[in-house]
């Protein structure tokens, strides 16, 4: 099983700043992991495919990078529907597929 | 538009059994792989079971073996799973997913409660 870990776990940033998130697979997982966006109450929403690929409807302010094991998820400008929990997922080798711990990003 | 609407769960006791449904509209739904997902209270999201379009394959968690089961029924565009002996550490919001890789379709989730 490949083993996701997100950090920070919590990120504390002010509106309009930047904000970065980092996801690491215990094994190579090439390009295959997704970033969703999660907000009580509400179902995930895939923000990052494929490593780096924003899905429909994504603002271009986020953005995916990385490969092998080391991947970021970058949010250039924070608005504040941006305030939510982000979790990564491999899709590389499965079953299952695995999610990392989340990274919470709050306003500051 | 793709839909995916939930019903079912609700409060069970320990050891009991509740059938989730997910009832898809919007695309053609036996050419599209499903699967549950879940997240507990304060916890993250944890990938339950998987079901290809033509239920050929089907994989489970190993915290879910041979306690859950996935199934669907092509003919009325529904995704079913079927939870059996159920735990406290089975509680918590389950969603249903299309798509064998990312999934940009889900549900609106539906909690389930175990109660001891």
């Known amino acids: 099983e490949i083993v996701m870990t997100q950090s920070p776990a919590t990120l504390s940033v002010s509106p309009g700043e930047g904000a970065t998130l980092s996801c690491r697979a215990s094994h190579s997982i090439s390009r295959n992991l997704a970033w969703y966006q999660l907000k009580p109450g509400q179902a995930p929403r895939l923000i990052i495919l494929d490593a780096s690929t924003r899905a429909t409807g994504v603002p271009a302010r986020f953005s995916g990078s990385g490969s092998g094991t080391e991947f970021t998820l970058t949010i250039s400008s924070l608005q504040s529907e941006d305030f939510a929990v982000y979790y990564c997922q491999q899709y590389d080798n499965w079953p299952p597929v695995t999610f990392g711990g989340g990274t919470k990003v709050e306003i500051k | 538009e793709v839909q995916l609407v939930q019903s079912g769960g609700g409060l069970v006791q320990a050891g009991g059994s509740l059938r989730l449904s997910c009832a898809a509209s919007?695309?053609?739904?036996?050419?599209?792989?499903l699967n549950w997902v879940r997240q507990a209270p304060g916890k993250g999201l944890e990938w339950v079971s998987y079901?290809?379009?033509?239920?050929?394959?089907?994989y489970y968690a190993d915290s879910v073996r041979g306690r859950f089961t996935i199934s669907r029924d092509n003919a009325k565009n529904s995704l079913y799973l079927q939870m059996n002996s159920l735990r406290d550490e089975d509680t918590g919001v389950y969603y249903c997913?299309?798509?064998?890789?990312?999934?940009?379709?889900w549900g609106q989730g539906t909690l389930v409660t175990v109660s001891s």
């Open positions: 079901i290809s379009g033509s239920s050929s394959a089907i």
């Open positions: 997913a299309r798509d064998s890789s990312s999934w940009f379709y």
């Open positions: 919007g695309f053609t739904f036996s050419t599209y792989s």
